[in-house]
């Protein structure tokens, strides 16, 4: 099987280039509507109505770039079962809790989350490109919140500096780099300017779902002469067709190490075809596979669940057939804001 092949998509239908969609047929803005999804084609009508219940508690976007990457025909297409709104997401397990990775209760100061010794993340604000159906924060991210204000962000910024023991600092939200050119360079600079800081992690969905946005400016705001690395959230090597390449290609010209972080997730990428071609997208665009997460259990989510059994056992099949380097680790987040750990047998 290709590299880059979709699972759920015959060879026949194969095309290098996004499904579904020809080129200019792909909407001119993002879709944050039932209505929007619908007039699209996205969504089918007799959904409308429980996708508006879903939109009225949780935040919807579809980038044009990632609806051009859909295939309306397939009523199982990976891509749209991360980005269109489904019933489920109304229906809460009895397990799944509003704030899984426990970010609350290791927020000294607004923005920041303290878990570990040695880094911290500062979330600028919890605005994302797209927003995806199986998120850990659903509950707090949206076009509307999370920006932090002039003087939360300079007690952010203050905390940092008089923690001697952070030596990097991880940039989330939210997606940092839906910050304009102007306020992400002040934002690197003043990090920049932290002596004790080593690094700066950017986790991110734009190269992927909104690869428009990475402008030369925006790659030019994160200079720093502290080490940077842009973490890619991608998870199905259709992720890497369209206009990715040339956002990724953008920030490796620049200089810039690129990992890779994906969630399993039931029927986007459960299977061993599916993780080996994103694995192999990701190394093929100097992606370094760095980590799988276990879903985290956040409301409404359930329909994504992979058991970790499952996931050991997709890994353990996939291992000899893919390089190490290749081969992300396979964490999940303890309870209560433990941390990550690597999924164990046992676990
Ligand atoms: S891009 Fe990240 S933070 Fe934003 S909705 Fe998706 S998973 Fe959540």
Redesign the pocket.
């Known amino acids: 099987m290709p590299d880059d092949s979709a699972p759920r998509i015959p060879p026949a239908r194969r095309p290098a280039e996004p499904p579904g969609r020809a080129a200019g047929r792909a909407p001119a803005r993002a879709l944050r509507s039932a209505a929007d999804l619908l007039a699209a084609g996205l969504l089918p009508a007799a959904q409308a109505a429980a996708a508006e219940a879903v939109a009225a508690r949780y935040a919807i976007a579809v980038t044009p770039a990632a609806a051009a990457l859909i295939d309306p025909a397939d009523p199982a297409d990976p891509i749209a079962r991360q980005y269109i709104p489904d019933a489920a997401e109304l229906v809460t397990a009895p397990w799944e809790i509003e704030d899984p990775t426990a970010d609350a209760p290791f927020t000294p100061v607004r923005g920041i989350v303290h878990r570990y010794p040695d880094r911290a993340l500062l979330k600028p604000l919890l605005a994302?490109p797209?927003?995806?159906r199986f998120?850990?924060?659903?509950e707090v991210?949206g076009p509307d919140g999370g920006l932090l204000t002039e003087a939360e962000l300079e007690a952010a910024l203050a905390w940092l500096a008089a923690a001697p023991a952070i030596r990097e600092v991880i940039l989330t939200?939210?997606?940092p780099l839906m910050l304009s050119p102007r306020r992400l360079a002040w934002l690197v600079e003043r990090l920049s300017a932290i002596p004790h800081l080593d690094l700066l992690r950017i986790h991110t969905?734009v190269p992927v779902a909104d690869p428009a946005r990475l402008t030369p400016d925006l790659v030019a705001a994160l200079d720093t002469p502290k080490g940077l690395f842009v973490c890619v959230?991608a998870n199905h090597a259709r992720e890497f067709t369209g206009e990715a390449p040339a956002a990724l290609r953008r920030l490796i010209r620049a200089g810039i190490p690129l990992l890779g972080q994906s969630v399993l997730l039931r029927g986007v990428n459960d299977s061993e075809a599916a993780l080996e071609a994103l694995f192999r997208a990701m190394l093929r665009h100097r992606v370094k596979p760095y980590y799988l997460h276990q879903l985290d259990p956040a409301p409404g989510t359930a329909r994504f669940a992979v058991p970790e059994a499952e996931g050991l056992a997709l890994l353990a099949r996939l291992r000899g057939r893919i390089g190490g380097h290749g081969l992300p680790a396979y964490v999940k987040e303890r309870p209560a804001g433990g941390g990550k750990v690597p999924v164990a047998a046992s676990g």
Do not use: I, S
Request: hydrophobic residues 20%; glycine residues 14%; charged residues 30%.
């Open positions: 994302c797209v927003y995806c998120c850990f924060r659903r991210v939200g939210g997606d969905r959230h």
